[in-house]
């Protein structure tokens, strides 16, 4: 399995700047085939990205979370059947027709909620503002998402699938569950015992932590806090790299992590290799296939428990073969499994967007690929 493509690659990306740093890591049946660390850290500063360099996750923290609930359903403390509002009593959404929203523990972890990221809750006046989970903040997971109670969902749950806020939410019931803060139950059901040192809400070391950079017409520029980004059709929402560093902000399962590239093969290796010690092969492979049927969602993919299956290579419009599963974050992160290949790829860099849905995700998949 040659790896030449992928080096030509990192070194064409970060000798034009359009990656900053970044840690990109190649696994093949359990052996590492590649395992590189380009660029900068702290580009001002001229500090060089290691390969234990701690990444903000943004939606790498999905998998975690996810992960974190299928070991705890594993263990009985809930089940995916369960009703969302036996555990949130705060969180009462209506369905379309004003009736009250009938969400399950697997509507969130699929996505099928009902829930949808939606920008402009965070412009309403603050008493209002409902954040999404990158921003910064001081509401706590009640004093946020209770203000949803009321409103209307964009759809029933389990009749369509939209990427959302429903982790988030998710992460509020694995807090009920344990009875303690959400990083707790991270730790205790999946980190420790896999030895993620460094997946928290929080910054472990902060002399490895990558600085945040962002997309701009002049290349990635030092990220402003905060900092409103703008992709048509792919993604808007605020930024703010500070809210790492806060904790008072409530713990956002969806996007509030950071660690290392390391951490995140380590979990990505066990569900791949099915799930021991975490949960069980059943759970896992669950995890891994389509979770949703075939209601209306991304084109060409489908979703699992911890990020989305390639049906259609052609209609999703990847280099990825079908069977393959993939997710990212908007911080810089993408990572994809090939279970008939054996073969697991992270990649975690400090651009947004580019390293996770710029031309970058694209020119990564067809390196790997073309040498399987």
């Known amino acids: 399995m040659s790896m030449d493509r992928v080096n030509v690659l990192l070194d064409q990306v970060t000798a034009s700047g359009r990656i900053t740093g970044a840690v990109v890591l190649i696994y093949r049946d359990g052996e590492p085939v590649l395992e590189r660390a380009v660029g900068y850290q702290d580009r001002e500063a001229g500090v060089p990205v290691s390969l234990d360099t701690i990444f903000r996750y943004a939606s790498v923290t999905k998998p975690i979370v996810a992960a974190t609930t299928l070991a705890m359903v594993e263990r009985g403390l ?14 009462r959404p209506l369905d379309p027709d004003g009736s009250p929203a009938d969400i399950r523990v697997r509507h969130l972890i699929t996505h099928t909620s009902g829930l949808a ?3 402009s809750l965070e412009r309403l006046p603050p008493d209002r503002a409902v954040n999404q989970g990158l921003s910064d903040t001081t509401l706590s997971l009640e004093d946020n998402f209770s203000r949803l109670s009321g409103t209307t969902l964009a759809f029933r749950p389990g009749a369509q699938w939209a990427y959302s806020t429903a982790i988030d939410v998710l992460g509020a019931v694995l807090e009920k569950v344990h009875g303690t803060p959400l990083e707790d139950a991270v730790v205790h ?11 928290r809400f929080r910054v472990t070391d902060l002399s490895r932590l990558a600085v945040a950079y962002a997309d701009s017409p002049d290349g990635p520029v030092r990220m402003p806090d905060p900092w409103y980004a703008h992709k048509p059709d792919r993604f808007e929402g605020y930024f ?4 790492i560093f806060n904790a008072r902000a409530y713990q956002s399962g969806g996007a509030g992590m950071a660690g290392t590239a390391r951490d995140v093969m380590r979990l990505l290796e066990t569900i791949r290799t099915g799930g021991d010690p975490l949960f069980s092969r059943d759970l896992a492979e669950a995890g891994l296939s389509n979770q949703i049927g075939d209601v209306p969602g991304n084109p ?6 911890f990020g989305a299956i390639v049906t259609d290579p052609v209609a999703a419009a990847t280099a990825l073969p079908a069977g393959a599963i993939q997710w990212g974050g908007v911080y ?18 400090n651009n947004a967007l580019e390293g996770c849905n710029g031309a970058y995700v694209e020119e990564l998949r067809a390196a790997v690929c073309e040498n399987l």
């Open 189 to 199: 059901h999946v980190a420790e015992t896999l030895q993620m040192r460094d997946a």
């Open 78 to 91: 809930l089940t995916l059947d369960d009703a969302v509002a036996d555990y949130l009593p705060w969180f």
């Open 117 to 119: 990221y939606d920008a």
């Open 300 to 305: 060409g993919q489908r979703f699992g428990y």
């Open 240 to 243: 703010s790299p500070s809210r």
């Open 332 to 349: 810089g992160n993408t990572w994809f499994i090939l279970p008939e290949k054996g073969v697991t790829v992270v990649s975690l860099s």
